[in-house]
């Protein structure tokens, strides 16, 4: 069985760097890997891929399905600081078909088109994307990704969302590149990770799961009514304070922090330590630390505990918490962005219509910079034009983040 995995990690506090391991090897299991980086940026992991002759950064995202990065017919006030595809790639097919969507708000139209994706090594002839033209307001030039790649599939009853029902790891399954329609998240966090970051390092893979990555049990959730990638957990507790029971989440690797209805926030709010921040965050002032008691995550016979100095990361004089509150007060829905799945090995699989949890396993978590030379880094970027990237983005081994890009 194969398996493609990404490899994707974070320095500190101060700077980010992109390791790429973009080559294949034996893993401990006698299994051919596929290792390629993922950079860190403002608390998400993104990585690079080709696109034609071009080389762009996205995120994958559990919590949608579109397929996007911007193109070169937009206008060039829109969409700054990020790579543009090229209308003029050789390579390029387009539909025709225009697209419309919204996110945060904000409203993007683009055409589908189809290009050659190469990514982690293996190349995909022809993959259905959105060269996204237009969008009702700036977008913000602080975001570092170039577009985004959906790792759930649209609901069935939407015609005009067909281009993005045979996702990523259903053209694996069809090149023979994996043998299983499962991918796997592990983000590896720490006590005390600061500022704009729940993880460290982490890992994605496609086609199987890594048994070195968790420790058993692992806990199976059936997706809600076989939607991608909604559960139900059987409760969620603070303290012995029942938060939720049972409670709907969506998986969202998309997001930082894990987002809670209206209800269980003012219970949080009233039987903790608690304070609330602007715009739902939670926070925790320095002299009531000790004072904060731990989350517990019931999964069918299991719970798993999430400890009280796991719950908060340190943003300058602030302990701002795992968990903030929705804006809309009719959402019932949780939705857990990676400062909850980063304690976990989270299995998205396709197959069987289900979620599997288990306790991350922390031995061989973290990858060191060191360990890399700057000669193979640049050497493996996989057809990546070095002197271009640089011009147009800076060195691709150390940026210093903007200060000013505070949570």
């Given at each position: 069985?194969?398996?493609?995995?990404?490899?994707?990690?974070?320095?500190?506090?101060?700077?980010?760097?992109?390791?790429?391991?973009?080559?294949?090897?034996?893993?401990?299991?006698?299994?051919?890997?596929?290792?390629?980086?993922?950079?860190?940026?403002?608390?998400?992991?993104?990585?690079?891929?080709?696109?034609?002759?071009?080389q762009?950064?996205?995120?994958?995202?559990?919590?949608g399905?579109?397929?996007?990065?911007?193109?070169?017919?937009?206008?060039?006030?829109?969409?700054?600081?990020?790579?543009?595809?090229?209308?003029?790639?050789?390579?390029?097919?387009?539909?025709?078909?225009?697209?419309?969507?919204?996110?945060?708000?904000?409203?993007?139209?683009?055409?589908?088109?189809?290009?050659?994706?190469?990514?982690?090594?293996?190349?995909?002839?022809?993959?259905?994307?959105?060269?996204?033209?237009c969008?009702?307001?700036?977008?913000d030039?602080?975001?570092?990704?170039?577009?985004?790649?959906?790792?759930?599939?649209?609901?069935?009853d939407?015609?005009?969302?067909?281009?993005?029902?045979?996702?990523?790891?259903?053209?694996?399954?069809?090149?023979?590149?994996?043998?299983?329609?499962?991918?796997?998240?592990?983000?590896?966090?720490?006590?005390?990770?600061?500022?704009?970051?729940?993880?460290?390092?982490?890992?994605?893979?496609?086609?199987?799961?890594?048994?070195?990555?968790?420790?058993?049990?692992?806990?199976?959730?059936?997706?809600?009514?076989s939607?991608?990638?909604?559960?139900?957990?059987?409760?969620?507790?603070y303290g012995?304070?029942?938060?939720?029971?049972?409670?709907?989440?969506?998986?969202?690797?998309?997001?930082?922090?894990?987002?809670?209805?209206?209800?269980?926030?003012?219970?949080?709010?009233?039987?903790?330590?608690?304070?609330?921040?602007?715009?739902?965050?939670?926070?925790?002032?320095?002299?009531?630390?000790?004072?904060?008691?731990?989350?517990?995550?019931?999964?069918?016979?299991?719970?798993?505990?999430?400890?009280?100095?796991?719950?908060?990361?340190?943003?300058?004089?602030?302990?701002?918490?795992?968990?903030?509150?929705?804006?809309?007060?009719?959402?019932?829905?949780?939705?857990?962005?990676?400062?909850?799945?980063?304690?976990?090995?989270?299995?998205?699989?396709?197959?069987?219509?289900?979620?599997?949890?288990?306790?991350?396993?922390?031995?061989m978590?973290?990858?060191?910079?060191?360990?890399?030379?700057?000669?193979?880094?640049?050497?493996?970027?996989?057809?990546?034009?070095?002197?271009?990237?640089?011009?147009?983005?800076?060195?691709?081994?150390?940026?210093?983040?903007?200060?000013?890009?505070?949570?």
């Amino acid at each position: 069985m194969g398996q493609i995995v990404y490899a994707f990690s974070a320095i500190d506090d101060k700077f980010w760097v992109s390791e790429s391991l973009s080559l294949r090897r034996r893993s401990e299991f006698g299994i051919n890997v596929y290792e390629f980086s993922f950079l860190f940026y403002l608390g998400l992991a993104y990585g690079f891929i080709q696109i034609g002759e071009q080389q762009f950064r996205v995120m994958f995202d559990t919590g949608g399905f579109s397929r996007w990065v911007p193109s070169s017919r937009s206008a060039a006030n829109l969409f700054p600081n990020r790579v543009k595809y090229d209308e003029k790639s050789p390579t390029r097919t387009s539909l025709e078909k225009r697209y419309v969507a919204s996110y945060s708000g904000k409203r993007y139209e683009g055409n589908v088109v189809m290009d050659n994706v190469l990514i982690a090594g293996q190349f995909v002839e022809q993959f259905p994307f959105v060269e996204m033209i237009c969008c009702s307001t700036n977008v913000d030039a602080n975001v570092k990704h170039d577009g985004i790649f959906g790792m759930r599939k649209p609901p069935r009853d939407r015609k005009r969302l067909e281009i993005f029902k045979v996702n990523l790891i259903d053209h694996f399954l069809a090149m023979g590149t994996v043998q299983q329609a499962v991918f796997t998240f592990r983000f590896c966090g720490q006590p005390g990770v600061r500022e704009f970051s729940w993880f460290v390092n982490g890992n994605l893979i496609f086609g199987g799961v890594r048994e070195d990555f968790h420790h058993l049990p692992i806990v199976y959730l059936p997706t809600y009514q076989s939607k991608q990638w909604t559960v139900y957990i059987d409760s969620i507790l603070y303290g012995d304070v029942v938060l939720c029971m049972p409670c709907r989440a969506n998986l969202d690797t998309g997001t930082p922090g894990t987002r809670v209805p209206v209800k269980p926030i003012q219970k949080l709010l009233q039987n903790s330590v608690l304070e609330a921040y602007d715009a739902g965050v939670l926070h925790v002032p320095f002299q009531s630390l000790p004072y904060l008691l731990p989350i517990t995550i019931n999964m069918r016979s299991h719970a798993f505990i999430l400890h009280p100095e796991q719950l908060v990361r340190q943003v300058g004089n602030v302990y701002v918490f795992a968990m903030e509150g929705m804006q809309d007060a009719s959402e019932n829905k949780w939705l857990i962005g990676i400062s909850f799945l980063r304690h976990f090995h989270t299995i998205f699989d396709q197959q069987n219509n289900r979620v599997g949890f288990a306790a991350r396993q922390r031995r061989m978590c973290y990858v060191r910079v060191n360990d890399f030379s700057h000669s193979f880094f640049l050497g493996q970027l996989s057809g990546l034009n070095i002197q271009r990237w640089t011009a147009l983005h800076g060195s691709p081994l150390y940026r210093r983040r903007d200060a000013a890009n505070s949570v």
